[in-house]
Structures are given as C-alpha cells and as structure tokens.
C-alpha cells in the first residue's frame, strides 16, 4: 500500500461524510465465512493500513485454518479464544468509509448458544448480509437468523451465497439455494431482497465483479451496500428525547440534557413531559458549542423549557402533537438471554430508554419457533427462547411501539439478584384492558384499621424446608399473640392450595406463582390491620423479596427456620421426603429442587438447638417490639 493508499480510509471518510451511514451485520450459521467475509471487504476496499496487514500475515501462520493463505476472518475475531478456536463469539464491531459512504459493521456469532449476541447487533443494523454456505445450503441457523432479523425489524437482506468456489461456480446451486431462501422469508416481508454469489477467502464478487460468474449480473457486494437505500430518517419520525440528567448549575439555569432519540425539535416548539403529561414550550437547546435554533436525531442536547414543569432523569420529553403512549401494562416479544429460566411473575428491573422501573412478566401468551415464527405453547422461556409476553410495570412509562421507533419501543430486563442482562423487548402495544383502572381511595385506611384494633399490622414470613418446623412454630406464634388479644390470621402453604392455589403445582414457575399469590393476599390482610402469619417454603429469594416490596417499611419479617436436610428428612411429618427419594414425588425442595436460604433474615431459629416453644417466643418479642 503506497503512502497515498495508507491515507483512503481517512479519505473515504471525509467524502463519505453527508452521504449517510450503513448500520449492517453478518449473520448465519457457524462457519459460512462471515468474518472471513468482512474481512476481505475491509482489505480488498484498502481499509487496512500495512502495519494491520502485517499483523495478519503474522496471525494467520499462528491461528489461521487457511493453510498458507492469509485468513481474514482473524481481522475481527480480536478475542483470544475466538482465534484459538475458529469461532466468533462476541460481536465484532467495524467502522469503515469508502467514497460513497460510511458504515458500522457488526459479525455476529453463528453458534446456537450466542443467539442472544447476534439479536443484539440485529436490534440496530438497517441490513443483513446472511450467509450460506453453498455446499450446505440452509440450515436451521440460517432460518433462526432470518427469523430474528425479521422480529427486529431488520428490513434489508442481502443473501451472500458463499464458498462458491467449493461449488464449482455453479449457477444452479446458487439460484436452487435462493429460491428455497425466497419461500422460506416470503411471509416475513422484508422490504428488499438481494443475493449475491461471492467466495469470501478468494474475494470473487466481494469489492468487484468475477469473471468466474459471468452468469451473473447484479452487483458486487461493496457496490450493492454503497448504493442501496434502506430508508432509514429517524429525524422523520415524532420528537423523542430520554432525559438523561437535569442540570442545574445555578438557580438561574435548569435544562434538560439527553440525545434526541427520534424526531427533530426547534425553539418554541411545544412538547410534553412524559409519562406526567405535563405540557411546555422549548425556549432554548443548548449544546457544547453554543445555543442552536434546533436539533435532530442523534444530536446530544440540553432542552430549556419555557415553564417550570417536574422533570426527573428517566421522562421522555415527545413533540405536543404526536406523544408517545403511556401505561403499565405492555404486550412485547421478549428474547430471554438468562441462564435460568424465565419464570412468570418473577420480579425484575425495566430499562427503558433512560428509566428504571419495576416490571414482571405476567403472562407467556406463546413461543415462537425462531425457524418458522410459528406460535407454540409454553410457560416458561429458557436461554435463547423468544416469546409474546404480557408485562406489568410497576409505574407508567412513556413508549412507541417497535415498530414505529426502535429507540423508544425497545428495553432490557434485568435480574434483581444478579444485576444480569436477562431479556431483550420489543413493544408491541400498550394494553388497554388496564386504562380504565384507577386506585379508589377508601374512607378508611390502613392506619385508622390498625389503630381500631390497637396494634401494629406486619406480614411474619416463616421460610425454610419441608420438615424444618414452619407452622408448628408459627401455629404457636398466633395462638400467643391471640391471647394477648391481637388480631391474626395465618395463612399455611399446604392450605391455600387447597382453594385460592389449588391450580398450581411444584413446577418452579408455579412456585413462583404460589408466593405471588400468597404475597398479595398477605398485603391485602395487612392493609385491613392484621398481623399475618405466612408459613411456606418459598425456596426462591426474588419471590420473598419481591413479597418484601409489596408492603411498607417494617412490614415485613423474614423468619428463616433453619433445620439441616437430613434433620428435616428424619422427622419427614408427611413421609414426603422418603416419596421424593423413592421417585415418585418430583419437583420436592431439597430434593431435586433448590432452595435457595436467605441472605440476610431478620430472625433465624435454630430448630436443631432450640424447641419450637422457645423459638416462638423469640417471633412474639420481635412482633411486640416492632
């Protein structure tokens, strides 16, 4: 590369800029070439400088699997163990310029396992360059990539048939694996379609035309993703902007800072302040380099409103005259990326834009078979999975649908426990069922109950394994406080199964229903002034915290009763633990089911040392003493 072709890519960025960038990602099964593929492209296209090229050639000798040829897939696959073993795992991330246009390209992973990497690329690319191997033809990767596109609205695809050359050039491999490509997406409706035959290792169709393809006449793929236009103007849609932060630097100046997600705003342009509704006028955008009269898509900005409205760090701030929708209660399609299960009705963390809010999934409507998008039943999501879930969010928030903007229609879940990434969304609608749902305020309240019956109403929740002495020590517990003239009420695992739960079983999502249940029950009790005596196992700790979240400060005990496994299997009151070790009793705590022991309990009994009398007590003087 002479020292003029070393300055191309500074160059090609500069005549690229106005013309508009290309967001795309490779994609398809593992081993079709998509980093060997990209990486041709970027040296064919002069993106690489000589001091890169060099470290290739090095590269290749050590990890490469094309014999004495350079291996251009080792220009993405920067990870250690990517090189060592063949693979992509993570997306690799490029950008890169010619004369007609800038790009980000994004090589997702083609193992099954990293499904999840390859949906989050597909989440923001406006193309798809899948690959086939044209000696394999399709494969169950190829139509679960094709299928993720098409949920993410990836609206372009570009068919790259390749190793080619492993074909003998055949035209009718070709047209026979675009054709059955065709049918299989047709129902899909992606805007554009184009394929093209290349062979990544030998370049042929990758920047320019092959003279071993004469039967083909299309584009190279350089040329196709330089001209071809995917239709893409966020500035088109209506104004959006997540407040990242309100700045406040003195009392004579409040904005409100963010990047404009959608749309475009000027200086007196009215807006409202979402999910409040909350409505003002824009008197000023400040930026880094000085005030400006307005501001698109991508700008990052600071918003000075005419009006002093409640504005908070996590509010959308959307144009007056087309506002997003606000509610709680969403319908979405939900990619799981947890390595537990999705159970229903298992609090977590929204993400949304740039909130944070509580949010549960309250319902599976279905599976969807990622080959097909064929609906199947299921009630729980596990790794990769995507589904139509129903979502109830703690508080309103403010969203577009997906489809109509793929900023603010887009969140993540994250698990409370671990703080894990556990679930990619994308909105569908809001749920109207909900809209006409208000909270009616009651003439008398909680206070006024408790203070009628003279004590302070808390939930006392005894956790811990079968046999280990829950309702012995909590039947003690009510019969006490009961003669001191308190009002109680217990509720017992095994009894409210059999009315208020007795649709559920042992499964772990029914476990997790089972406490859901119980918790709002127990809430509903303690509102009408009651001390309420919860015995169950609920083996899992995001359900007893989620129970904790229900009610207020100091509300809630958590009594872990402590007893060893094989303590609790010698006394086995109910001859479970000998049917579970027999076979013949599935899904059994401490069995072949986990239990999970609290973290930080506010009360421990130790049956093993203590009688149940004693330790009863302990539960009574910390019910008195608040």
Not at 152 to 157: A, D, E, G, K, L
Not at 441 to 463: E, I, S
Not at 565 to 571: E, I, P, S
């Amino acid at each position: 590369m002479t020292a003029a072709d070393q300055d191309a890519p500074a160059r090609g960025a500069i005549e690229a800029a106005g013309r508009g960038q290309l967001r795309f990602l490779t994609c398809g099964s593992v081993d079709d070439g998509k980093s060997t593929l990209i990486g041709r492209l970027l040296v064919d296209s002069r993106r690489v400088f000589d001091d890169q090229l060099a470290a290739l050639e090095r590269d290749s000798r050590r990890f490469g699997t094309t014999g004495e040829d350079v291996d251009y897939a080792l220009l993405l696959d920067g990870l250690e163990a990517e090189r060592e073993q063949g693979i992509t795992i993570d997306v690799a991330w490029r950008f890169f310029a010619t004369a007609r246009r800038s790009f980000v390209v994004m090589d997702a992973p083609g193992h099954e396992q990293y499904t999840r990497n390859m949906a989050t690329a597909a989440s923001t690319a406006e193309l798809a360059v899948l690959l086939v191997d044209a000696r394999k033809g399709l494969l169950d990767q190829t139509r679960r990539h094709a299928a993720i596109c098409a949920l993410f609205r990836v609206r372009h695809v570009v068919l790259a048939v390749n190793k080619i050359d492993l074909a003998g050039f055949s035209q009718e491999t070709f047209d026979a694996i675009v054709a059955d490509f065709a049918a299989f997406v047709q129902p899909f409706g992606f805007a554009s379609l184009t394929a093209v035959p290349v062979s990544a290792r030998f370049g042929d169709n990758v920047v320019a035309a092959s003279p071993r393809t004469p039967w083909y006449g299309g584009p190279a793929l350089l040329d196709l993703l330089e001209t071809i236009d995917v239709e893409s103007d966020p500035a088109a849609a209506p104004f959006r902007l997540p407040v990242q932060w309100v700045a406040r630097p003195n009392a004579e100046f409040r904005g409100f800072a963010g990047t404009v997600a959608s749309g475009r705003v000027a200086v007196g342009d009215a807006v409202v302040v979402q999910p409040s509704g909350a409505g003002s006028t824009v008197a000023r955008i400040v930026t880094a380099d000085g005030d400006r009269d307005a501001a698109a898509a991508g700008d990052a900005v600071t918003l000075v409103l005419a009006d002093e409205r409640d504005v908070s760090r996590g509010d959308l701030l959307a144009a007056a005259d087309a506002p997003a929708e606000v509610g709680d209660q969403i319908q979405a399609h939900l990619l799981w990326m947890g390595e537990q299960p999705l159970l229903p009705g298992r609090a977590c963390l929204m993400r949304i834009g740039t909130r944070w809010v509580g949010a549960t999934v309250s319902q599976i409507r279905h599976r969807i078979d990622v080959r097909t998008l064929a609906p199947l039943a299921a009630r729980r999501l596990v790794l990769n999975e995507i589904a139509v879930c129903n979502l109830s969010v703690a508080a309103p928030i403010a969203f577009d649908s997906y489809a109509a903007d793929r900023t603010t229609g887009a969140f993540v879940l994250v698990d409370r426990e671990t703080n894990d990434t556990v679930a990619a969304g994308m909105i569908d609608f809001g749920l109207r069922r909900a809209a006409n749902l208000r909270w009616e305020r009651l003439a008398v309240d909680k206070a006024a109950r408790a203070r009628l019956k003279g004590q302070r109403p808390c939930v006392v929740w005894f956790t811990g394994l079968s046999g280990a002495g829950k309702s012995t020590i909590a039947r003690l517990v009510e019969q006490r406080l009961h003669a001191e003239g308190l009002h109680t009420y217990m509720l017992d695992g095994d009894n409210v199964r059999h009315g208020l739960n007795r649709d559920l079983g042992f499964t772990d999502a029914d476990r997790v229903e089972n406490i859901r249940r119980v918790g709002e029950v127990a809430k509903l009790m303690v509102d009408a002034g009651l001390i309420v005596l919860c015995a169950l196992i609920s083996p899992f700790r995001a359900e007893r915290q989620a129970v904790r979240e229900l009610l207020g400060a100091g509300e809630f005990v958590e009594v872990f009763v402590d007893a060893p496994l094989d303590l609790c299997m010698a006394r086995d009151p109910k001859g479970l633990y000998a049917k579970a070790r027999a076979g013949r009793l599935t899904n059994f705590t401490g069995i072949d089911s986990p239990y999970e022991r609290p973290d930080a309990p506010d009360l421990v009994l130790d049956t093993a040392a203590e009688s149940a009398e004693a330790l009863a007590e302990q539960v009574v003087a910390r019910v008195r003493g608040g």
